[in-house]
Structures are given as structure tokens and as C-alpha cells.
């Protein structure tokens, strides 16, 4: 850290969307700010191309839609339920503009730019190796032999939370709480995006995809249309993976189970002659409020992010970098106020957390919390999209005699190996807590 001054308020870990926008708050306000990051660059470490809820992010930067890196407004979003060859789809056409494509390394770079631009001091290339804790509170971090003062420290290391397991803040990561993203970049070439997808003209597409594409692991597949690319990708649930594979059930590498999605023969119309520019992979969290530590705060510090284990993903949405950024909004403010009230001790930094606990992220979280544990349930990614799927086959591929729906969806079940009574326990328990 050479060529770091003395003593900053605030140390920033992770140049991600939450240390950013916390960091961009508080330099505007007038804090002394630095954001140390491991990686060269900030967002060299990121890795999705995907779709970002945008109002949270106008809320700290009220011009995000004229200077973010905003590839396409999301103006269709699909879901398609896949048994072998055969794919149901039903897809939404938005009425306004909510969400956006882009590539997370490019709206992370953005958005650490801001914060710079307003004050603060990024340096990359260091790897934070501990939080210092001296007299029983944070008063900054140390990265090899260097060590920072701070009057506060923001954790926004991101998912592995490495730093906070050291601290003893947060159990070590269960892998029934995390998944797997895997992600491919296909270049299809200029201008041809609105053609393949049947988009108007700048406008994009986000695209979940359920049932034979995980190779039995829970999880799904995603497609993001780009300005002139496409993200393609699978998130797959690590601790179930881990079971099938010990239990001889899969022996795949991932890569090889992304091929398959690419080579799919529905799928891969939609990418015909593209070229794989990048492939990457990165751990995201499934557990909903289950990776959420028993605190989000100590003297000295505050915790925000996927770190704060901030994430809801519930296979039709993916919730991450909004979160983020309100999260590190949220901090930002109640450091501001904390300083405001005499310091930040434990007491005043408490407000982060009771500011987080009243907000939309708390409340989606609290509201969706069975998801995590739903994501364990193998059914719901293997026989239920195999019971629509074969029930769809039954009514439009019959020869001469279409079933009833009645028959159709009693055939489906059986082939599928699921009585009436657990699909309707099975429904009754997604509709209870929808
Ligand atoms: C495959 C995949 C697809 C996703 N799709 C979406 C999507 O479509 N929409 C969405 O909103 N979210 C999505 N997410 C989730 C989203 O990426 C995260 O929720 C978001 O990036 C969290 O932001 P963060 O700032 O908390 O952490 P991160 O973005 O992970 O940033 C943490 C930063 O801290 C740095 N760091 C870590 N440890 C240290 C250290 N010791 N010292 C210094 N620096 C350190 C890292 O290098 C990194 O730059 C996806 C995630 C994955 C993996």
C-alpha cells in the first residue's frame, strides 16, 4: 500500500456495487475515503453479464440513465421450462422500463469512478488479509505488512467473506447456501440482437430457464442480450452438486454442462455461428437470510453486500447489485449520522442495521424467505417442469386422440413419479408463500 497517507474515516474492502456506493456517499459528504481492492481495477473481479434493477441505483446516482453502461432496457422477460428437447415458454412484455443489461465489470468500473470523482481514494491490487481490532473495536484493516487506520471500516468483500470468517462475525461458508455461476459472453456480431430475439430496436431481453439444463443439480440457466453480445449461463446449487456428485449420480464438469445448455437444440438458434469470447466462474449466494450474519455491525464497522449476505434470488429474479447499492446507501447514511451523533461507536452504528431492517431490502428478504430452503427441493428443477412439459406433449403432439387435460396432467404424474396429492402439497406450499 505504498503511497497510501496516514489515517482515512473510512476504509472501503471491494470495489463491488456496495463498497461503491458507500464510498461515493460518503466522499461526496465530505469524508476521507479510501477503497482498497484486490483485483486490477475495480470490476475486474466481477464476473455476470445480467439484469439490474435500476431505482435503487438512481437513488445514489440520480444520473444513471444517461451515464451508466446501460446495454439494453429490459423490455421482455421470459421463463422457459426445458424437458430434453422440448421447451414451454411463456414470455412478458414489460409495460415501462425497470431493469437493464449490462456487464457487471463495466458498472462496477462506473460506478468505483464516481465514487473517485468525488473524492475518494481507490487503490487496487490489495488484498485486505485482516480487519485490526484493537481494544475491542475495528480501527482498521492490514494487508501484508501495512496497516490503515480508520475510524470505520465498510465490509463489502463480497460472497466469500473471508475477512469477517477471520473475525469471527460469520460461520465458515455452507455450501448449501451458495451456488455456482458459470457464465459464457457469445459474440453474435453486430446489429443482429433485435433479429434473433424479436426485439425492437434497443431493446433487450432477460431469459430464466428451468428443468434439463442443470443436469439434475437445482438451479437454472439465464440469457441476457447485450448491446452486441449475449450472456449465457447456469447457477447451480454447490451443496446438492457436492451430494449427487459423491453419490456417483453426476460426474460432469461444469463447463461441460454449460456446453450442453449452449448446444441445446432449441437454444443454440439464438446464438447460430457466435464465437465464445469469455467464460468465467463465481460464487453467489442462495441462501436467502440464512447467509445473513447474527450482526450487520461492531465498533468500527459495517457489513453490506453479498457479504451482509444481501441476495434474492427467487428463479425468476436476481436481486443482488440493487441490493448492494442500497445496502451501502444505507451505511453511508448511517455513518454520516453516527459521526453526526458523536462517533462511530457501536451504539450509533446500530443505526445501519435498523435502517436496513426498515427498508425494501429487509422486507423482500423477510417476504421470500423460503426460498432458500426451496431451493433444496429437487422436484421443483427436475419432474415439475417434466410434468408441464409432458403435458403439454400429450395435448399438442397426439397422432389421431388428444387426451382431456384431466387425463393428460394424471398421465404426467405418473410418468413423472409424483401423486396428485404431493403435487398439490408441492403447489399448495409455493402459492402459501407467494
Ligand atoms: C453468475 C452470477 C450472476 C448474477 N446475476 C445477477 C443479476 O443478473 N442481477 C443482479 O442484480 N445480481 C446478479 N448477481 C449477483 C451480484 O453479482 C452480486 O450480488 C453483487 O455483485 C454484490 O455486490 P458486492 O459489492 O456486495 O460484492 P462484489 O460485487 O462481489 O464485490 C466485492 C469486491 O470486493 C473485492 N474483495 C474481496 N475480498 C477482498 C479483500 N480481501 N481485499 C480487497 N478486495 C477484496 C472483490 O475483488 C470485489 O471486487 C450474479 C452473481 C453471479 C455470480
Known sequence: MDGVPGKFDVVVVGAGPAGSAAAYLLAKAGFKVLILERGRGAGSKELFGGKVYAPPLR????????????????????????????VATIEYSLGRRVGFTTYLPELAKWMSDKAVEAGAVLVDEVRVDEIVVRDGRIVGVRSGPDTVEADVVVDAEGVNRLLLERLGLVERLNPSYVALGVKEVLNVGKGTIEERFALPKGEGLAWMVAGDVTAGIPGGGFIYTMKDTIAIGLVLHIGKAMEKAEAGQINKHVSRILEEFRLHPYFKQFWKDADVMEYGAHMTIEGGLRMVPKRLYAPGLVIVGDAAGLLLNTGYTVRGVDFAVASGRIAAEAIIEAFNRGGPTEENLRLYEERLKESFVWRELVRHRWIGRGMEDECYFTSMPGVLIRILEKLYEADYEEPTLIDALLESLAEEDISLTKLIMKLGSVVSKL
Not at 453502461?69 to 428437447?85: D, K, L, N, Y
Open 59 to 86: 437513488d445514489v446516482w440520480p444520473g444513471l440513465d444517461k451515464e451508466a453502461p446501460i446495454h439494453r432496457w429490459v423490455t421482455r422477460e421470459r421463463i422457459s421450462f426445458v424437458r430434453g428437447s422440448r
